[in-house]
């Protein structure tokens, strides 16, 4: 009887270790990376970033398909004078498009970076326990290695996650790859924020959303943060105070605030500035007509506060 019992029990597990399938990367801009950064390297500032990363388009490069990637945040600097720290110093990040990345359809993800024009691989999800990492864009020659092999529940579905470690140290694991969202230092595993923002070291993944649902991937960080506009106001301003629509847009998109807006700029994906509005009103609607179809960035300031967000113009069918 314990022989029968034995066998049911392995068959079961090992059906259900069978239909937890692969989890592909997300392909639309529902995905969102919201991630921070920190950089302490320096003996006089110490430099912040909180930003968010998404999909915005499709391309072909050397005829494979992949996904652009854009980033809004915003960045504030802590100033060393006289023994003590003073500010913030805070700005507003418009942020240019990273690169790209692909599936292949064998669990490998790759990233193309548009400052060298060189595709690298980003992720391998076809590693066991044990395997030392290759080399790639985040994982330069070293020692680590999958040290453990687990699953996230990530909005409902779980995902595998791959506990990285250095082989002198494999019970540290200091970081995870997970299928469909990525490393817990960022989704260029650190890298991003060295491509578009001036900072140095030490980033993470605070939380991913798809299809308007948040998971907390570092659960140390206040939750609150998974909802948060990329403003530039020292203090978080919630996204409850601002409302952009339509977004994606046409012709003409609304912004509305919670308290009277002063100023209004749009960037293109570049960071370049395109036009600007002034007004008193907590409403404004704003004219598109002229501005061509894709990816643009408006800072809206109210007060002290400033947002800088996305905004997507649309092709006219």
Known sequence: MKKICFV????YLTSHSIAQQYIPFPTTSDAVWRENAINVSGLTSHQFSFYEVTIIKD?????????????????????????GWNGPYVGGVPLPCCGAIREDGQKKIYYYDYNDLTEYLLYDFNLSVGDT???????????NIVSGIDSIDINGQYHKRFLIADAFYPTLAYAAYIEGVG??????????????????VFSKLI???????????DTLIDPAQCDLYSGTAPDLVLKSEL???????????????????????????????IDSWKTSSDLKEIDLI?????????QVIAGYKTWTEKVIKRESK
């Open 8 to 11: 049911f029990l392995f068959s």
């Open 59 to 83: 391309t072909v490069i050397s005829a494979f398909t992949y996904h652009e990637l854009a980033a809004t945040g915003w960045g504030y600097e802590m100033l060393y004078n006289n023994g």
């Open 133 to 143: 990492l290759p080399l790639s864009y985040i994982n330069q020659p070293n020692t």
């Open 183 to 200: 490393s817990t230092l960022g989704l260029l595993g650190g890298q991003f924020h060295e491509t578009v923002l001036p900072l140095d």
């Open 207 to 217: 939380c991913f959303s798809e299809n308007g649902s948040s998971t907390m991937i």
């Open 243 to 273: 409302h952009i629509y339509p977004n994606p847009c046409l012709d003409k998109v609304t912004i509305q605030s919670a308290s009277p807006l002063e100023q209004i700029i749009l960037y293109n994906s570049l960071g370049n500035k």
């Open 290 to 298: 002229n501005v061509h179809p894709g990816l643009y960035f408006l």
